[in-house]
C-alpha cells in the first residue's frame, strides 16, 4: 500500500486546514490509519488514528477537541480537519497506515508512511 499526503500550507492562528492522504492499494478497510507530526529537533509523535473497526477514533491530548480524523471509503482517502490552529502546530504531518486493529500511538508500531505534509501556523 502507499500513501500520499498533502494539503498542507501556511495559515494564521486561530485558522483551520484540511490534510489528507490518499491511500493506493487493495484492501482500504482492512488498514487502520492515523496522522503523526514531526517538529524540527524533535521526535515524531502521534495526532489521531481511526481504527478499522467500526472507525473508532483516537486523539492525542494536543488534537482533542480541535482535530477529528475521518475515512472516505470509496475515495480511499484519510483526512485530518484541523481547527483553532496554534503556532505549536507548526510540523511536517505523516500519515500511516497498518493492519492491526488498534495499532499503538507510536510510530514503530505502524508499518506504512507517506511522505508528509507542511503545516506551518503563523502567531
Known amino acids: 500500500v502507499q500513501l500520499q499526503a498533502s494539503g498542507g500550507g501556511l495559515v494564521q492562528a486561530g485558522g483551520s486546514l484540511r490534510l489528507s492522504c490518499a491511500v493506493s492499494g487493495p484492501h482500504f478497510s482492512t488498514f487502520s490509519s492515523a496522522w503523526f507530526r514531526q517538529s524540527p529537533g524533535k521526535e515524531r509523535e502521534f495526532v489521531a488514528r481511526?481504527?478499522?473497526?467500526?472507525?473508532?477514533?483516537y486523539y492525542a491530548d494536543s488534537a482533542k477537541g480541535r482535530f477529528t480524523i475521518s475515512r472516505d471509503y470509496a475515495e480511499k482517502i484519510v483526512y485530518l480537519h484541523m481547527n483553532n490552529l496554534k503556532p505549536e502546530d507548526t510540523a511536517v504531518y505523516y500519515c500511516?497506515?497498518?493492519?492491526?486493529?488498534?495499532?499503538?500511538?507510536?510510530?514503530?508500531?505502524?508499518?506504512?508512511w507517506g511522505q508528509g505534509t507542511q503545516v506551518t501556523v503563523s502567531s
Open positions: 481511526i481504527s478499522k473497526v467500526q472507525g473508532r477514533t
Open positions: 500511516a497506515a497498518d493492519r492491526a486493529a488498534f495499532p499503538a500511538a507510536v510510530p514503530t508500531r505502524w508499518d506504512y
